[in-house]
């Protein structure tokens, strides 16, 4: 982790390569061509996304070894149920604590992959309409 002028703070040692958060609030992960291998497209689209239902929900308390709420109980979130999202190539993950093992029934989300889905559902969606236009058309 490093705090560079500018207000840019780096983590190094994040799971997908750096992740680079500035004080304007921008969070950009490392994403160039040449740092990647053993690619291959994303082809999870509509039909994989109408599935899925987004949730409104509040978060339930969670202490610290004093018994004192550490996280916001109150503002309203729009999220996902993670084992809704299980279908998904590449999107729920185990969440592990800080010695890397896995806690039991506890799931993460990676917001890149539901991304990744709603761009291959958008492109699916527009072959669509201009299949139906060329029919229109004739």
Same mark, same amino acid.
């Given at each position: ?14 799971g997908?390569?750096? $992740? ?9 992960? $490392?994403?160039?061509?040449?740092l ?8 999870q689209?509509?039909?994989?996304? #109408? ?33 809704? #999202? ?32 709603v ?5 699916? #969606? ?6 139906l ?6």
């Open positions: 982790t490093a705090l560079a002028a500018g207000g840019v703070v780096t983590f190094s040692n994040y997908a390569g750096t $992740a680079t958060f500035d004080a304007l609030g921008v969070v950009s992960s $490392a994403s160039d061509r040449a990647k291998n053993h690619v291959r497209y994303h082809e689209g509509m039909s994989e996304l #109408l599935g899925v239902r987004p949730v409104v929900h509040t978060w339930k308390p969670r202490t610290n070894g004093s018994g004192e709420v550490v996280n916001d109980t109150e503002g309203e979130y729009v999220g996902f149920y993670a084992q809704d #999202l299980e279908h998904l190539d590449g999107v729920v993950f185990s969440k592990k604590d800080i010695h890397g093992e896995v806690i039991e029934g506890s799931r993460t989300v990676s917001d890149r992959a539901i991304l990744a889905t761009v291959v559902a958008l492109k699916d #969606l527009h072959a669509e309409v201009e299949r236009r060329g029919l229109l058309a004739d």
